[in-house]
């Protein structure tokens, strides 16, 4: 068997080039670190699209951007030139080979799961049909893996991971990509950031640790997600819960635990606990007994029980649970242990649990009206999403992408006529608020109110805030710009600021000011590292 560091199969440079591409695939895509390996593997090929990270734009599809275009050219240009030559690759040590691996399994993700085309690969409920498509997927990807690294020699070839697993893996990766570039979306840096931590919640800051043996353990870890109320909670534990490992049966040429499994329900459960009496939240999640309590005329088994090995039963509202439930709660999140009203029997909870609030649970629990205990158990992965404010705070720009994508969304766009209708819409909406709220308007609804403002401005050509949105508060800097107390300068970053967030974009507030683009910016940024308001 070769030796690792004796291998002479490739050459320094070749080395170097593919441990970079070998830490581009388990890098996080949502940090800004992916453009900089990016850069690293491209290097005068290299294309600034103006990105700081991954976002989704009308324009760019994740795998049409074009330094990934690039990528996939060179990463094909290297497959085929070692595999011409296949005695260098018999030749490979164990650290090379992992690493041509992962050039294979790069070159192979791009070839059969990514594009929008296979997005019926990661429907969460699997048809007959996506049955077959999965099981067509996997036995080409099969075979050109093992053709791939057939030259490798056997014992080298059998250190590298096994293809079923890297199917599962690859296959939850395109998962979590398309549930949260899909559907987290927006522009600004808390987003970006937002996206970064979902990812992270799902595979850990250290991808080759979660493929060599944290895939199997996430489940034991619950995710907490905080943050105002329609700000997107809910939306991220789908992303989360819907993203969870699922091992792939190479003889049944299927993944495991999907919905078609006996007795497993869909992979991810809401439960809203505030709107649910305590009783019910019981037999929801722990199930009951016939003659539990009244009106439990059969045995019913609950969400713990149902859910599979790979889902999440998401409590909404955790905040609002009975005492008497967090401590039953606490021994789900502990030992897995549960029983249903009526029985003494344990059963054992093998999903993920996501809890969501919007209240400072911290604080609850310092006033005794949440378990510290069951606190510090949800607490270990958390997720704290931001409001639509600090988004439009940080870009004023980004109000203009968040507003396209809910007007497609509301106008159902599929084609071009349909696309025409939102696009009009987008601009009837972006007007409006442009034109009647103020540009620190707060937003008090978060996306949930954005959204029911592009339906009220479709329905009635205007939106009424709702009266609690009504006072504004005054920004400190006015107070202390009539107390005379502000620089010129000072004075007029915080105006240059003020006009960049009424017009949304630093082009129209240089025409509206006089002053050219850069110096806006300029001004923008300095009153806000001030942050003095
Ligand atoms: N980042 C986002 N991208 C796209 N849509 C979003 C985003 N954030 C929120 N939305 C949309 O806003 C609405 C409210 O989101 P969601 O229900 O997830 O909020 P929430 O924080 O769970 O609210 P609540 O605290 O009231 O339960 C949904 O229609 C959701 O699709």
């Given at each position: 068997?070769?030796?690792?560091?004796?291998?002479?199969?490739?050459?320094?440079?070749?080395?170097?080039?593919?441990?970079?591409?070998?830490?581009?695939?388990?890098?996080?895509?949502?940090?800004?670190?992916?453009?900089?390996?990016?850069?690293?593997?491209?290097?005068?090929?290299?294309?600034?699209?103006?990105?700081?990270?991954?976002?989704?734009?009308?324009?760019?599809?994740?795998?049409?951007?074009?330094?990934?275009?690039?990528?996939?050219?060179?990463?094909?240009?290297?497959?085929?030139?070692?595999?011409?030559?296949?005695?260098?690759?018999?030749?490979?040590?164990?650290?090379?080979?992992?690493?041509?691996?992962?050039?294979?399994?790069?070159?192979?993700?791009?070839?059969?799961?990514?594009?929008?085309?296979?997005?019926?690969?990661?429907?969460?409920?699997?048809?007959?049909?996506?049955?077959?498509?999965?099981?067509?997927?996997?036995?080409?990807?099969?075979?050109?893996?093992?053709?791939?690294?057939?030259?490798?020699?056997?014992?080298?070839?059998?250190?590298?991971?096994?293809?079923?697993?890297?199917?599962?893996?690859?296959?939850?990766?395109?998962?979590?990509?398309?549930?949260?570039?899909?559907?987290?979306?927006?522009?600004?840096?808390?987003?970006?950031?937002?996206?970064?931590?979902?990812?992270?919640?799902?595979?850990?800051?250290?991808?080759?640790?979660?493929?060599?043996?944290?895939?199997?353990?996430?489940?034991?870890?619950?995710?907490?997600?905080?943050?105002?109320?329609?700000?997107?909670?809910e939306?991220?534990?789908?992303?989360?819960?819907?993203?969870?490992?699922?091992?792939?049966?190479?003889?049944?040429?299927?993944?495991?635990?999907?919905?078609?499994?006996?007795?497993?329900?869909?992979?991810?459960v809401a439960l809203n606990l505030s709107a649910m009496s305590p009783t019910l939240i019981e037999s929801e999640l722990f199930g009951h007994?016939?003659?539990a309590f009244t009106g439990a005329?059969?045995?019913r088994?609950g969400w713990l029980?149902?859910?599979?090995?790979?889902?999440?039963v998401f409590l909404d509202e955790i905040g609002e649970l009975d005492p008497a439930i967090q401590?039953k709660l606490?021994?789900?999140?502990?030992?897995?242990?549960?029983?249903?009203l009526?029985?003494?029997?344990?059963?054992?909870?093998?999903?993920?649990l996501?809890a969501a609030t919007?209240?400072?649970?911290?604080?609850?629990?310092?006033?005794?009206?949440?378990?510290?205990?069951?606190?510090?158990?949800?607490?270990?992965?958390?997720?704290?999403?931001?409001?639509?404010?600090?988004?439009?705070?940080?870009?004023?720009?980004?109000?203009?992408?968040?507003?396209?994508?809910?007007?497609?969304?509301?106008?159902?766009?599929?084609?071009?006529?349909?696309?025409?209708?939102?696009?009009?819409?987008?601009?009837?909406?972006?007007?409006?608020?442009?034109?009647?709220?103020?540009?620190?308007?707060?937003?008090?609804?978060?996306?949930?109110?954005?959204?029911?403002?592009?339906?009220?401005?479709?329905?009635?050509?205007?939106?009424?805030?709702?009266?609690?949105?009504?006072?504004?508060?005054?920004?400190?800097?006015?107070?202390?710009?009539?107390?005379?107390?502000?620089?010129?300068?000072?004075?007029?970053?915080?105006?240059?600021?003020?006009?960049?967030?009424?017009?949304?974009?630093?082009?129209?507030?240089?025409?509206?000011?006089?002053?050219?683009?850069?110096?806006?910016?300029?001004?923008?940024?300095?009153?806000?590292?001030?942050?003095?308001?």
């Amino acid at each position: 068997m070769p030796q690792s560091p004796a291998s002479q199969a490739l050459t320094s440079q070749e080395r170097q080039w593919l441990s970079d591409l070998s830490e581009l695939t388990h890098c996080n895509p949502f940090e800004p670190r992916r453009i900089e390996l990016e850069r690293a593997v491209l290097g005068a090929d290299f294309v600034p699209d103006g990105g700081a990270a991954w976002s989704l734009n009308e324009t760019t599809l994740h795998d049409e951007r074009p330094n990934v275009l690039r990528i996939n050219a060179l990463a094909q240009q290297c497959l085929d030139r070692l595999g011409s030559q296949p005695e260098r690759l018999a030749a490979l040590g164990a650290d090379d080979a992992a690493r041509y691996d992962d050039l294979v399994t790069y070159a192979l993700y791009y070839r059969h799961l990514a594009g929008a085309r296979n997005a019926v690969l990661v429907a969460p409920s699997t048809d007959a049909a996506s049955r077959k498509s999965l099981a067509k997927v996997w036995r080409a990807l099969r075979d050109d893996r093992e053709r791939l690294l057939a030259p490798i020699h056997p014992k080298v070839r059998a250190t590298l991971t096994d293809t079923p697993h890297v199917f599962a893996c690859l296959h939850q990766v395109r998962r979590a990509f398309t549930q949260i570039f899909d559907c987290l979306i927006g522009e600004s840096g808390p987003a970006a950031r937002l996206r970064a931590q979902v990812w992270q919640s799902i595979f850990t800051h250290d991808m080759h640790r979660y493929r060599r043996t944290l895939f199997r353990r996430m489940g034991d870890l619950s995710t907490l997600v905080t943050g105002p109320s329609g700000a997107g909670k809910e939306l991220v534990a789908r992303a989360v819960g819907l993203s969870q490992y699922r091992p792939f049966d190479p003889e049944g040429e299927r993944l495991v635990s999907d919905a078609s499994d006996k007795n497993a329900c869909e992979p991810f459960v809401a439960l809203n606990l505030s709107a649910m009496s305590p009783t019910l939240i019981e037999s929801e999640l722990f199930g009951h007994l016939r003659g539990a309590f009244t009106g439990a005329v059969a045995d019913r088994a609950g969400w713990l029980d149902l859910c599979p090995p790979s889902g999440a039963v998401f409590l909404d509202e955790i905040g609002e649970l009975d005492p008497a439930i967090q401590v039953k709660l606490l021994r789900v999140t502990q030992s897995r242990d549960f029983c249903r009203l009526g029985d003494s029997r344990p059963r054992r909870f093998e999903g993920k649990l996501i809890a969501a609030t919007n209240r400072d649970l911290a604080a609850e629990m310092r006033q005794g009206a949440f378990r510290e205990d069951l606190y510090y158990r949800l607490c270990s992965d958390r997720i704290v999403v931001p409001s639509l404010r600090e988004q439009l705070d940080d870009r004023p720009e980004a109000l203009g992408g968040l507003i396209r994508f809910l007007t497609r969304r509301v106008v159902g766009a599929a084609g071009d006529s349909d696309d025409c209708e939102a696009e009009s819409l987008a601009h009837e909406t972006e007007t409006w608020i442009r034109a009647h709220l103020p540009a620190d308007y707060a937003w008090p609804g978060n996306t949930r109110e954005l959204e029911q403002c592009v339906r009220s401005v479709l329905v009635r050509s205007e939106y009424r805030p709702p009266e609690s949105a009504a006072p504004r508060h005054r920004e400190p800097w006015l107070d202390s710009a009539a107390r005379c107390e502000l620089t010129a300068d000072e004075l007029l970053n915080h105006y240059c600021r003020k006009v960049h967030a009424q017009q949304g974009g630093y082009e129209q507030a240089a025409r509206l000011l006089g002053l050219d683009r850069r110096t806006v910016k300029t001004r923008v940024e300095a009153a806000n590292t001030g942050r003095d308001d």
